[in-house]
C-alpha cells in the first residue's frame, strides 16, 4: 500500500433482469467471489463475447466482468462532449458510481480498491464503449445522432471493470482506498 | 493480439503433497478453472498469506496463484549469481518451465498465454522470491550460505503466478503465445 489514493463511492446500482443491461439504483450489496448476488453479470464463469475477440464466442472464461464502475467526472465529460444535460451511471450498466479519482478509467490492471467494511475489488481493465449505451442514452434524449456520438466521447472515460477478491458488503455513499500494482513497462518489447 | 511474443513450454510439473511445495515433473496437465486438478495450489478461492500482507492472514480471497511458471534462462542467471550448477524448476515449486521469453518475470499484469490445445492463462504478476526454494537449494548443495543469497540472484527472475481464465490439456513441449495487454503508466499521480 506504498501508494494510497482514496475515492469516493457515490451510489450503488444492479441489474437483476435479464431483458436489459441498464442497472437500479440499491443502496447496498453483497459482493461474493460470483460478484453481485442474482445480478446479470454475475459468476465465477462466463461465456466470451465481442470484448474478448479472441475467443470463439460462448466459450466458457473466468469471469473478470463481475462488476462495472463509472466515476462521476468522467461522466460529466462524456454528457458534456455529447453536449447532453447528463449521462446516467445506469443507462451504461454501471454497478458503482465513485468520485475523486483522476484518470479514474485508467487506473492500471491489478488496481486495487478496498472498501469500507472488508471487501475488496480487483480492476480487470478498461471497459471499452460499445453501442449498447449508445443507444439507451440516444432514445432517452430522442436523438439518433448521439447514438454515433457516444464512442468517440467516452474513449477513455468509460470506466472499468473489476472482480472481487475478498467477500463483503458495501454500502454508499462511503469511502474506499486504492492500492496500485507496481508499474512498469515491459522491457522484452523494447526495440521491436 | 496486436503484439504476439512466442515462447517454447519446455516441460511440467505438479505437486500433488500437502508436505512439500516441491513439483514434480509430469507429461500433461489438465488446467481447469480452479487450476490443476488435486495440485496443491487448486482452487478457487485460497487463504491469504504472505504474499497479500494487506490482508489477515487466512482470509479466504479469490485464488490468482493458482500456476506458478519459471523460465530456463532466468533460472540459469540465478545459478550463475548464485555460484551453483544449477537451480530447477521444481525446487521453485514451478508447474511449467518456457523459454524464449525475454524478460520472462516482467510480463505485465494481464498478459495473455495462449497454449496449444487451447488453454489460456493469465499472468497475476512476478513471483517474489521467498526463503522457502532458498532452504530446498541450500539443502541440495549442502552449504547453509546458499539461503541467503536467492533472494538477491533471484531479484526480478524468479518467474510469475497465474490464473486459469480458458480450460485445457497441456503437454509439453509445445509452443505457446503471449498476448500482452495494453500498456501505459497510470496518469493519476504524475506530480505527486
Same mark, same amino acid.
Given at each position: 500500500?506504498?501508494?494510497?489514493? &482514496?475515492?469516493?463511492?457515490?451510489?450503488?446500482?444492479?441489474?437483476? &433482469?435479464?431483458?436489459?443491461?441498464?442497472?437500479?439504483?440499491?443502496?447496498?450489496?453483497?459482493?461474493?467471489?460470483?460478484?453481485?448476488?442474482?445480478?446479470?453479470?454475475?459468476?465465477?464463469?462466463?461465456? &466470451?463475447?465481442?470484448?474478448?475477440? !479472441?475467443?470463439? %464466442?460462448?466459450?466458457?472464461?473466468?469471469?473478470?466482468?463481475?462488476?462495472?464502475?463509472?466515476?462521476?467526472?468522467?461522466?460529466?465529460?462524456?454528457?458534456?462532449?455529447? $453536449?447532453? $444535460?447528463?449521462?446516467?451511471?445506469? !443507462?451504461?450498466?454501471?454497478?458503482?458510481?465513485?468520485?475523486?479519482?483522476?484518470?479514474?478509467?485508467?487506473?492500471?490492471?491489478? &488496481? %486495487?480498491?478496498?472498501?469500507?467494511?472488508?471487501?475488496? /475489488?480487483?480492476? $480487470?481493465?478498461?471497459?471499452?464503449?460499445?453501442?449498447?449505451?449508445?443507444?439507451?442514452?440516444?432514445?432517452?434524449?430522442?436523438?439518433?445522432?448521439? $447514438?454515433? =456520438?457516444?464512442?468517440?466521447?467516452?474513449?477513455?472515460?468509460?470506466?472499468?471493470?473489476?472482480?472481487?477478491?475478498?467477500?463483503?458488503?458495501?454500502?454508499?455513499?462511503?469511502?474506499?482506498? /486504492?492500492?496500485?500494482? =507496481?508499474?512498469?513497462?515491459?522491457?522484452?518489447?523494447?526495440?521491436?
Amino acid at each position: 500500500m506504498d501508494k494510497k489514493i &482514496s475515492g469516493q463511492l457515490q451510489q450503488l446500482y444492479a441489474c437483476y &433482469s435479464s431483458d436489459t443491461f441498464v442497472t437500479q439504483s440499491v443502496d447496498k450489496i453483497a459482493l461474493g467471489f460470483e460478484g453481485i448476488k442474482d445480478d446479470r453479470h454475475a459468476g465465477m464463469t462466463r461465456k &466470451s463475447d465481442a470484448r474478448t475477440p !479472441w475467443y470463439t %464466442r460462448g466459450t466458457d472464461i473466468k469471469n473478470t466482468r463481475q462488476l462495472s464502475l463509472v466515476s462521476t467526472e468522467e461522466l460529466e465529460t462524456i454528457a458534456q462532449k455529447m $453536449e447532453v $444535460e447528463s449521462v446516467k451511471a445506469e !443507462w451504461l450498466g454501471a454497478n458503482m458510481l465513485v468520485s475523486g479519482v483522476s484518470d479514474f478509467t485508467l487506473l492500471p490492471i491489478g &488496481s %486495487r480498491l478496498f472498501f469500507d467494511n472488508g471487501a475488496v /475489488i480487483v480492476i $480487470e481493465g478498461e471497459n471499452l464503449p460499445c453501442i449498447n449505451p449508445a443507444k439507451v442514452i440516444a432514445a432517452y434524449y430522442q436523438n439518433k445522432d448521439l $447514438e454515433k =456520438r457516444f464512442a468517440k466521447a467516452a474513449k477513455e472515460k468509460r470506466g472499468v471493470v473489476a472482480w472481487i477478491e475478498k467477500e463483503g458488503m458495501v454500502h454508499a455513499p462511503s469511502q474506499f482506498k /486504492i492500492m496500485l500494482p =507496481r508499474q512498469r513497462l515491459y522491457p522484452g518489447l523494447m526495440g521491436k
